[in-house]
């Protein structure tokens, strides 16, 4: 009997030791987890930082990119016009010289009326001065034998009239032969004028079209400094995926590595919870351990306070009643005191009826403060612990964030 006492103990001995160990090496995994959890998540927001900076660069280039596209279809437009401007200034100069063309041949034209009419004028005025010459030095002949070898007065009148046709005729055609020469050299001079004129607009011609080649050379060296550019620009727009690329690569891998560990964390969270709810102890923050600690009431109460706290940040579900994957207000309620050995109402409203009321001054950990279709569970404090809603999940917070309708205790 005595043996058998002590192998009992012994037993006992090696089952807590076993237990211990097993919390001492859950409680290092867990912690593990979390430095491992904390690093990963540090580098992860270090990477999306990167990819931030990355991406802002990438956008960036892309601004300056399409600027560079623009400025280069912006360029080739404008050589394209310029282009249209010399073959117009060409085909000026083109039409300027067939008109130059046709002016010198309109001067050689009018140069050999010129000369032809002067030299008729020429010959004229030297006949004249020729007649003139011979009547004076001749004296009485040609005119004066003329006049004066009329039988009567009647024919000497007549003879008169026709020296003085002669002489007048002689005069006319003088005249027109000089009319004929002046405007001979009016017409001469004036397309002169105009194949002066012609030249000088030729030459503008030739500088303007210098200038719009001289311009479109300039355009021509802009395409090749913008494609250089451009070039460039995409080049580095490249790196920058790639970049881009390796750090999402990087960041996605460490995603799945967090979600690993969260979910391995999550594991060890909860087969502690599940051995901590059998061994009757609860891990809780310092804060909260601290709330509850320096509230009034029972130990028990504590321990429910304490053993709700554990599932803080779990999930809400409506209609469920899981303190892991999920529970709606009244569930997380009713599995914690369930766990505990009591059997309560399901609903909020039912829970409300529960146990014995009691005034709000006088809550104690573990009491239930009721509200319009919600419920949670006192910690102390002036604080509960409560499964909230499908954002916020379990969480603490203010007993007094809505109104209160009851306070019940159950324990």
């Given at each position: ?165 002669i002489y007048e005729y002689d005069q006319k055609m003088l005249a027109e032969y000089k009319a004929t020469c002046e405007l001979v050299k009016a017409l001469w001079d004036q397309l002169e004028l105009d194949k002066a004129q012609l030249e000088a607009d030729k030459a503008q011609l030739e500088l303007e079209k210098n200038q ?200």
């Amino acid at each position: 009997m005595k043996k058998a006492a002590v192998k009992i103990i012994n037993l006992i001995l090696v089952a807590v030791l076993v237990a211990t160990w097993t919390l001492e090496t859950q409680a290092t995994n867990i912690q593990d987890i979390k430095d491992d959890l904390e690093e990963d998540n540090e580098a992860l927001d270090a990477l999306n930082d990167e990819l931030l900076a990355l991406q802002d660069e990438q956008d960036l280039l892309e601004e300056i990119i399409c600027d560079l596209d623009s400025e280069l279809l912006n360029t080739m437009t404008e050589i394209g016009l310029l282009e249209e401007a010399i073959a117009a200034k060409e085909a000026d100069i083109a039409v300027k010289e067939a008109d130059i063309a046709q002016k010198e041949a309109d001067i050689a034209v009018a140069q050999g009326e010129y000369e032809d009419a002067k030299a008729t004028e020429e010959k004229q005025y030297a006949d004249m001065v020729q007649r003139i010459q011979y009547v004076y030095e001749q004296g009485d002949t040609d005119y004066l034998e003329l006049l004066f070898s009329a039988e009567s007065f009647s024919s000497f009148l007549n003879r008169t009239s026709y020296v003085e046709a002669i002489y007048e005729y002689d005069q006319k055609m003088l005249a027109e032969y000089k009319a004929t020469c002046e405007l001979v050299k009016a017409l001469w001079d004036q397309l002169e004028l105009d194949k002066a004129q012609l030249e000088a607009d030729k030459a503008q011609l030739e500088l303007e079209k210098n200038q719009l080649e001289a311009d479109k050379l300039d355009m021509e060296d802009q395409i090749i400094y913008l494609d250089d550019l451009l070039a460039k620009k995409q080049a580095e727009s490249d790196n920058f995926a790639a970049e881009i690329a390796r750090a999402k690569q990087e960041a996605n891998a460490l995603k799945v590595k967090i979600q690993q560990e969260e979910a391995e964390l999550r594991r060890l969270e909860l087969e502690q919870q599940r051995q901590n709810a059998a061994n009757g102890s609860y891990q809780v923050s310092q804060s909260l351990e601290d709330i509850i600690n320096n509230a009034s009431g029972s130990e028990l109460g504590k321990q429910i306070a304490r053993y709700g706290c554990q599932f803080i940040g779990n999930p809400y579900v409506w209609g469920g009643t899981s303190l892991t994957n999920g529970a709606d207000c009244s569930g997380f309620v009713y599995r914690i005191y369930k766990d505990f050995g009591y059997n309560i109402s399901r609903t909020s409203y039912s829970q409300r009826s529960e146990g014995v009321g009691v005034d709000y001054a006088n809550a104690q950990p573990g009491d239930l403060i009721c509200y319009d279709g919600h419920i949670g569970i006192y910690i102390g404090g002036g604080y509960i612990v409560h499964a909230s809603n499908k954002k916020s999940g379990i969480k603490i917070s203010k007993a007094t964030y809505r109104t209160i309708l009851a306070v019940r205790r159950i324990i």
